[in-house]
């Protein structure tokens, strides 16, 4: 039996001892449209709002229509002004995509969880999804979002509510990263959540992925791909429940829980998990040591800082929310990339950002790699060929691999090699290389021309 919203108790993120410790004011109102701190843009006016959450927009300076949304989920006892503090406002105004804040209310629970237990709230068109549901509508009809581009992430609570919102939109979203929570649909009543939590529930793969499909009964399309992490040393939510994300996530992809890929980022451990094509689906990453918690690092200068520590963001000198982020493709900005296109009578470039592309048009001399490149003289794109097409990335070699551009390849796993060529690229790192697409799942070393 699941208890009315009034009477729920605090779950997820921290035990009801330390919830009943902690005094929030119940009922809040919404305004229509405030502003926040840190640039937080609070709005009502978004649907029915069934689960009756508040929704709060970080759009950066200078982000441009068809940017990627990011709806990033606080744990319990926790705002969305606290959940800040993860770092995504940072990699925001560095990427240029909007980050949405759902954030829970007193009056639905006394802690501020999400009801990531209540199936109420954790099914499709319903209650808590819903809302988010709408929220994600709302970006797309008024700041141009790429409905393509729609990712979400959360802590605990916010972790388990993220996997819902993976399970029951999968049309909606095209991955997630699952911060210290559980599986979808690993408790639904309040009854059954503490058990969840810890020690954790043993399910077969199938049995996991049984709970997603059928949360969209009939649907055939593409799955998101999803990022899981937890620390060693978390006792609030035990690390089992690392695996039995991966079991219930690899399962719906229908590829097998064996890692495919093992490698060290900082302090954590990372799995991989692939489909036939080498592209990695299901990643899980295993920070030794660390509690319960986001994982950031302030001083990561990639990311411009990565967050800042605080109750449950942790500074493990490991950025989680900058490895979530080139998970996603969010350091691609918004596709846009450099174009130049060449003729034997034009020429003309655009400016250059994160990837860029080729054209080279009928009639140019040499096509896409030039008199004895890719093509050749007279080849594709060259004297009196078709029209070739060269899109160029410039990323990390870690997102090549991501963003199945690449493979893992050489001693131990430990170089890339680009997708089809097979040329090496280097080590499996966070250093930045050129590659080229100049056709189909076709990739080489090296910039277009």
Same mark, same amino acid.
């Given at each position: 039996?699941?208890?009315?919203?009034?009477?729920?108790?605090?779950?997820?993120?921290?035990?009801?001892?330390?919830?009943?410790?902690?005094?929030?004011?119940?009922?809040?109102?919404?305004?229509?449209?405030?502003?926040?701190?840190?640039?937080?843009?609070?709005?009502?006016?978004?649907?029915?709002?069934?689960?009756?959450?508040?929704?709060?927009?970080?759009?950066?300076?200078?982000?441009?229509?068809?940017?990627?949304?990011?709806?990033?989920?606080?744990?319990?006892?926790?705002?969305?002004?606290?959940?800040?503090?993860?770092?995504?406002?940072?990699?925001?105004?560095?990427?240029?995509?909007?980050?949405?804040?759902?954030?829970?209310?007193?009056?639905?629970?006394?802690?501020?969880?999400?009801?990531?237990?209540?199936?109420?709230?954790?099914?499709?068109?319903?209650?808590?999804?819903?809302?988010?549901?709408?929220?994600?509508?709302?970006?797309?009809?008024?700041?141009?979002?790429?409905?393509?581009?729609?990712?979400?992430?959360?802590?605990?609570?916010?972790?388990?509510?993220?996997?819902?919102?993976?399970?029951?939109?999968?049309?909606?979203?095209?991955?997630?990263?699952?911060?210290?929570?559980?599986?979808?649909?690993?408790?639904?009543?309040?009854?059954?959540?503490?058990?969840?939590?810890?020690?954790?529930?043993?399910?077969?793969?199938?049995?996991?992925?049984?709970?997603?499909?059928?949360?969209?009964?009939?649907?055939?399309?593409?799955?998101?791909?999803?990022?899981?992490?937890?620390?060693?040393?978390?006792?609030?939510?035990?690390?089992?429940?690392?695996?039995?994300?991966?079991?219930?996530?690899?399962?719906?992809?229908?590829?097998?829980?064996?890692?495919?890929?093992?490698?060290?980022?900082?302090?954590?451990?990372?799995?991989?998990?692939?489909?036939?094509?080498?592209?990695?689906?299901?990643?899980?990453?295993?920070?030794?040591?660390?509690?319960?918690?986001?994982?950031?690092?302030?001083?990561?200068?990639?990311?411009?800082?990565?967050?800042?520590?605080?109750?449950?963001?942790?500074?493990?000198?490991?950025?989680?929310?900058?490895?979530?982020?080139?998970?996603?493709?969010?350091?691609?900005?918004?596709?846009?990339?450099?174009?130049?296109?060449?003729?034997?009578?034009?020429?003309?470039?655009?400016?250059?950002?994160?990837?860029?592309?080729?054209?080279? #048009?009928?009639? =140019? %001399? +040499? *096509? /896409? &790699? @030039? !008199? $004895? #490149?890719?093509? =050749? %003289? +007279? *080849? /594709? &794109? @060259? !004297? $009196? #060929?078709?029209?070739?097409?060269?899109? /160029?990335?410039?990323?990390?070699?870690?997102?090549?691999?991501?963003?199945?551009?690449?493979?893992?390849?050489?001693?131990?796993?430990?170089?890339?090699?680009?997708?089809?060529?097979?040329?090496?690229?280097?080590?499996?790192?966070?250093?930045?290389?050129?590659?080229?697409?100049?056709?189909?799942?076709?990739?080489?070393?090296?910039?277009?021309?």
């Amino acid at each position: 039996m699941t208890l009315p919203r009034s009477a729920r108790i605090g779950l997820g993120l921290v035990g009801a001892s330390l919830i009943a410790a902690c005094a929030f004011p119940v009922g809040d109102d919404v305004d229509d449209v405030g502003q926040a701190d840190d640039a937080l843009t609070v709005v009502s006016s978004f649907g029915s709002n069934p689960g009756n959450l508040r929704m709060n927009v970080y759009s950066p300076a200078g982000v441009a229509p068809g940017a990627a949304l990011v709806l990033a989920l606080h744990g319990c006892n926790q705002t969305a002004q606290d959940y800040v503090k993860a770092g995504w406002n940072q990699l925001a105004d560095q990427w240029k995509f909007h980050v949405v804040y759902p954030e829970q209310q007193t009056a639905n629970h006394q802690g501020r969880c999400f009801n990531w237990y209540d199936a109420n709230d954790t099914r499709r068109d319903a209650g808590e999804m819903l809302s988010m549901r709408q929220m994600v509508a709302t970006m797309v009809a008024q700041h141009g979002v790429d409905p393509a581009r729609v990712f979400v992430t959360g802590l605990s609570a916010g972790g388990a509510m993220a996997s819902s919102l993976l399970a029951n939109y999968p049309d909606v979203f095209a991955g997630g990263a699952i911060m210290a929570g559980m599986p979808h649909r690993c408790a639904t009543s309040s009854l059954d959540a503490f058990s969840c939590m810890s020690p954790g529930v043993d399910r077969t793969p199938a049995a996991w992925g049984d709970l997603v499909r059928q949360s969209f009964p009939g649907y055939n399309g593409p799955r998101p791909r999803v990022s899981i992490w937890h620390g060693t040393s978390d006792f609030t939510v035990a690390v089992r429940n690392l695996q039995e994300s991966v079991d219930q996530w690899t399962n719906v992809h229908g590829i097998d829980a064996v890692a495919d890929a093992t490698s060290t980022v900082g302090n954590a451990t990372r799995t991989e998990y692939r489909n036939a094509a080498g592209v990695t689906l299901v990643e899980a990453i295993s920070i030794q040591g660390m509690g319960h918690g986001t994982a950031v690092d302030p001083g990561f200068a990639p990311a411009g800082g990565c967050g800042s520590a605080g109750a449950f963001i942790l500074d493990v000198d490991l950025c989680s929310s900058y490895h979530a982020g080139l998970f996603f493709g969010l350091d691609a900005g918004s596709g846009s990339g450099a174009t130049t296109s060449s003729s034997s009578s034009s020429s003309t470039s655009a400016t250059t950002s994160s990837s860029s592309s080729a054209t080279s #048009g009928s009639g =140019g %001399s +040499g *096509g /896409a &790699g @030039g !008199s $004895g #490149g890719a093509g =050749g %003289s +007279g *080849g /594709a &794109g @060259g !004297s $009196g #060929g078709s029209p070739a097409t060269c899109e /160029a990335f410039y990323d990390s070699n870690y997102n090549h691999v991501g963003t199945g551009r690449a493979v893992r390849c050489g001693l131990g796993n430990s170089y890339v090699c680009a997708l089809g060529s097979n040329q090496n690229l280097g080590l499996y790192t966070m250093m930045s290389t050129w590659i080229r697409r100049t056709a189909p799942n076709y990739y080489e070393a090296g910039q277009c021309p």
